[in-house]
Each structure stands twice: as C-alpha cells, then as structure tokens.
Nanobody
C-alpha cells in the first residue's frame, strides 16, 4: 500500500498562487505515476495533471500553462504549483498514485479561489 498525505490548500484571491504537496510513503521510483485530481461542489472528480515515473507530465487543457506538476525524489513528494488561479479552480484537490496496478488516494485538500 501507499499512503499519500496532501497539504498546501487554502484561500487565495483570483490571480494568486498556491503550491500543493503530496508526500508518499513509498519511493517515488517504485510508483508508476502520481497525479492530481480535483472535485468541485456538485461536479465529478476530474483529472488535473500527472507525472510518470520517467518524469513525463500531462495536463488537463483547463490548467495548461498555469499549473506545473513536479517532484522531489529525495523527499518522495510530488507538488502542484498553481499560478493565475481562477474562481473555477475552486475544488478539493486529491493526490493519486498508481502502485503495483492499484490506485491510491489522499484525503484531499481544499483550494478556494475568491476575492
């Protein structure tokens, strides 16, 4: 199993920035891919960004150019740097890991973009 612990959410004004963290209990190199998803009130959970074990990144069109996913291998941590935040980015953000053909989820962290 993999435990995922997220942090870094909060309240930010439109146009502001936040950085989310996801610390994994296993070495990142043993995890196939790590991703961020989000779920806004009344909506389905949606994909945001993913980074593979090899370092390849993919983003949802809605965040491309504004969000960056990256990792610290020594800390077994994946980050989501969010810039130019918009009100529609408001959601609970979840970290996801694919490890030995199973999916694991963090507990989620709330991001609210509001003036």
């Amino acid at each position: 199993q993999v435990q995922l612990v997220e942090s870094g959410g909060g309240l930010v004004q439109p146009g502001g920035s936040l950085r989310l963290s996801c610390a994994a209990s296993e070495s990142i190199f043993s995890i196939t891919a790590m991703a961020w998803y989000r779920q806004a009130p009344g909506k389905q959970r949606e994909f945001v960004a993913v980074i593979s074990r090899g370092g390849t990144t993919t983003y949802a069109d809605s965040v491309k150019g504004r969000f960056t996913i990256f990792r610290d291998n020594a800390e077994n941590t994946v980050y989501l740097q969010m810039n130019s935040l918009k009100s529609e980015d408001t959601a609970v953000y979840y970290c996801n890991a694919i490890f030995k053909a199973h999916q694991y989820w963090g507990q989620g962290t709330q991001v609210t973009v509001s003036s």
